[in-house]
């Protein structure tokens, strides 16, 4: 079975990698000749309204997937008629934009934080009274790792903001105090079967995912349901196939969706060496049409990004339970680089490792 | 870093998954064109002892190794000059004659069956005389999985035997009435850290590797020290760089060697998913100069090879702890063309397991 992946970055790259033992053969799609899933993998470049790269990129394919979710619905849709598309193009719609993704939300009755659709400075003035301060202003549409986003802790900043963002959409949203941010990652096959990860625990600086804990400690069985439920209703709405993934807000207990994400996840690397089934492969195991694996985790995992530079392999080799993952990127501040997992038996063996590997990083 | 390979069949498909992740490229080199590991990495076809398609394949490597123990030591030595080769040449050469690495074994003190080398008819009737019936004849060189022996059970086979294999040098070997077989893989490192993996207890069948339980069944301190004791002095004698594995009979809780293969091994297989860090990534942990990983099983393992022909993935996936491997070949009857690893958390859940699995396979 030969599988078209639209998209070339490192999570196109680790489904190659947990899809060969499954006998799968890959094909990526990307605007850049020196996407890292070339290295293992046919690569074909080109853009994505490019509609005779586009069928050169589909001939002989089973069927498409995508690891980027910029990806735009046209293309999807165009893709549509020569192979068939997982997960389903609606997805990509109901994410791509955050004002249609949150309302998509709330029409679930699955919690966010209140938001305010902004196309004028008056929309701006009119958002700040119902939201209050701070606030967030953000593109409604392309950002990702806090690119397109600016914070207005009070009044004064309103201008400085929309001299940065304004004219294109955007959404204003409340600042949520929330005492962590989890994300869940929820698989669907084609026969309607679904399974979940447990929560995790992620932290981000500047915008960008840092770390993650998984399990997510202190994790209640009560909130895992809260995710899941709501998660069911997402898959269940978009007759999704594949690996979907929600990040929260925790407050007061309480899940506030923030935005969700229709493909494999950075909060879902952990799962590599973590669980018995990794995102990577259930994501195709989903799409393939084959029963999915276990979501169990297998003790304690931390999973911390490699941001900008790399640190030398030997030295995070030499952490016990640490496992390495390079993406093949030449480095660039903010870049995400690579991955290291770490593995325990135990949250104290796990916080242990966690030190020794941040003198490292 | 940028590693080449000698041998593209699934060894060499599984060294490559193991090793993006580290950030290494590959170059695999193999007499056939359509070798498993040409589908995610690139595959220089040639002969080897064609020194121009050797001497295309080494450039621009960083170093060499092996998945495959029959490359001709005069190819390793010719590569030798154009970069570093690991495992060393001699370890190639102690292996690949069956009296040879015999009699290297025993100058290890390290025990083995009765063997008798024979070019001549003469020798074989000696031969008989002093390991006894039942005996087994086999070609001192590239002979595996079960290729190139007879068995002599009778003076009245032996006319049969002689037949089927005389003409190229052989090696009479005593029948060992064993408990069971059992196999170490050992691994050095270039600053001659040394680790070692439980000892797995492996099931033949004509001559094939069918299933191997790792960590083996029963297994005693007293037994995986005298293994590891034994797997020290091959890899000091051998100044050893990479996985090594030795297969023994075991017979009155004692160990004889069987044979060794310098190079990551089947009954190895099982640590993808079982150990902490799998043959594969420890492998070229050890060529490439970094820290070795833990050996560590994480509970209990067991590795079942599909020969000949395939299960439906479907029906395989389904069972509970399993995890497929296929290697991308052509099915034809007695050919390895992949493998499952079932994992669980008992003996006892991995025995229900196995049941399960069994009924597909």
């Given at each position: 079975m030969k599988i078209g992946v639209l998209g070339g970055g490192q999570l196109g790259r680790m489904l190659a990698l947990a899809g060969y033992p499954l006998g799968l053969r890959f094909r990526f799609f990307d605007?850049?000749?020196?996407?890292?899933a070339g290295h293992l993998a046919e690569l074909g470049v080109g853009n994505y309204d490019d509609t005779e790269a586009l069928e050169r990129f589909a001939e002989g394919l089973d069927l498409i997937t995508y690891?980027?979710?910029?990806?735009p619905v046209e293309t999807a849709r165009f893709l549509q008629r020569l192979a068939p598309v997982y997960p389903p193009p609606q997805a990509l719609e109901a994410a791509r934009d955050r004002v249609v993704e949150k309302t998509f939300f709330r029409s679930l009755s699955i919690p966010t934080p209140l938001f305010y659709p902004v196309l004028t400075k008056n929309d701006l003035l009119q958002g700040l009274e119902q939201v209050g301060y701070p606030a967030l202003l953000k593109t409604?549409?392309?950002?990702?790792?806090?690119?397109?986003q600016a914070k207005i802790a009070t009044p004064a900043d309103a201008d400085k903001a929309w001299e940065e963002l304004g004219g294109t959409p955007l959404v204003l949203e409340a600042w949520v105090t929330f005492e962590r941010e989890v994300s869940i990652l929820a698989v669907r096959g084609r026969s309607g079967e679904m399974v979940f990860y447990p929560l995790v625990e992620n932290l981000h600086q500047q915008g960008i995912l840092r770390r993650s804990l998984a399990?997510?400690?202190?994790?209640t069985q009560a909130l895992q349901a809260q995710a899941e439920e709501y998660a069911r209703r997402v898959l269940l709405n978009l007759e999704y196939v594949g690996v979907l993934a929600i990040e929260f807000f925790q407050v007061q207990g309480q899940l506030l969706a923030n935005e969700m994400a229709p493909r494999v996840h950075?909060?879902?690397?952990?799962?590599?060496?973590?669980?018995?089934?990794s995102q990577f492969e259930n994501h195709l195991r989903a799409v393939c049409g084959l029963p999915l694996g276990s979501t169990a985790p297998r003790e304690y995992s931390a999973m911390l990004n490699l941001i900008g530079k790399l640190p030398e392999p030997k030295d995070v080799l030499a952490v016990p339970g640490a496992h390495l993952h390079l993406y093949g990127k030449e480095p660039r501040?903010?870049?995400?680089l690579g991955h290291v997992t770490l593995r325990a038996e135990s949250r104290e063996e796990l916080e242990e490792r966690l030190e020794a590997l941040s003198g490292i990083l």
């Open positions: 605007t850049a000749a020196d996407a890292p690891e980027f979710e910029n990806v409604r549409t392309l950002g990702y790792d806090g690119k397109g399990p997510a400690p202190r994790l950075n909060s879902g690397h952990w799962s590599i060496e973590g669980a018995e089934t501040p903010g870049r995400k």
